[in-house]
Nanobody, 112 residues
């Protein structure tokens, strides 16, 4: 069973940056994604990365966020730059095609 431990969240001013990490226990041979859920909203997929590091982004984060992975370390990253208050959410990682058990997530707060 694949499990995820997210870290790296925090509180930043608008325009700031954060780098999130997701440690994966279990198989790394999948398409992975970063998801986020703002208070009162549904969870949304914001970035994906294939095993070969092909990436895709939601329009709301394109040009500001960068997803990457280190298969040897079984870790997926999300570099977030030019953060906006609307990026405030709990961020989770998971597989895309076959969801694993959700982790605790990591809170990102962009002060307004």
């Amino acid at each position: 069973q694949v499990q995820f431990v997210e870290s790296g969240g925090g509180s930043v001013q608008p325009g700031g940056s954060l780098r999130l990490s997701c440690a994966v226990s279990g198989s790394i041979f999948s398409i992975y994604g970063w998801y986020r859920q703002a208070l009162g909203n549904q969870r949304e997929l914001v970035a994906t990365i294939s095993f070969g590091s092909n990436t895709n982004y939601a329009d709301s984060v394109k040009g500001r966020f960068t997803i990457s992975r280190d298969n040897a370390k079984k870790t997926v990253y999300l570099q977030m730059n030019s953060l906006k208050p609307e990026d405030t959410a709990v961020y989770y990682c998971n597989r895309v095609n076959e969801l694993g058990t959700w982790g605790q997530g990591t809170q990102v707060t962009v002060l307004s």
